[in-house]
Nanobody, 127 residues
Framework: QVQLVESGGGLVQAGGSLRLSCAAP????????MGWFRQTPGKEREFVAT????????AYADSVKGRFTISKDNGKNTAYLQMNSLKSEDTAVYYC????????????????????WGRGTQVTVSS
């Protein structure tokens, strides 16, 4: 079992920035691909960004490409989502997720690809 704890959410004005963190207190993340997803009321949880376990390969949803950056510090067992130029439509609960993959470079886009999830952190962007 992998416990994931998100932090860094909050209220920010449109155009501002936030950095979300996802910590795994008792597990190394070097063999896990990581993903960030988000969900708004009445909608399904949607893919935001993913990073491979060791190669640093990344992928993003079109809606956040060029504004968000996913990263991973295996030494600190923490993944990050840097969010810049935030828009009101970025308002959501953000979840991090972990995939215990043997591939060092593969990235994963679907909810079903991930075995472990955090409880989420609220991001609210005011216009």
């Amino acid at each position: 079992q992998v416990q994931l704890v998100e932090s860094g959410g909050g209220l920010v004005q449109a155009g501002g920035s936030l950095r979300l963190s996802c910590a795994a207190p008792r597990r190394t993340l070097s063999t896990y691909a990581m993903g960030w997803f988000r969900q708004t009321p009445g909608k399904e949880r949607e893919f935001v960004a993913t990073i491979s376990s060791r190669s640093g390969a990344t992928a993003y949803a079109d809606s956040v490409k060029g504004r968000f950056t996913i990263s991973k510090d295996n030494g600190k067992n923490t993944a990050y989502l840097q969010m810049n130029s935030l828009k009101s439509e970025d308002t959501a609960v953000y979840y991090c997720a972990a995939n215990p993959t043997i591939s060092p470079s593969r990235v994963y886009y679907a909810n079903a690809d991930y075995d472990y999830w955090g409880r989420g952190t609220q991001v609210t962007v005011s216009s």
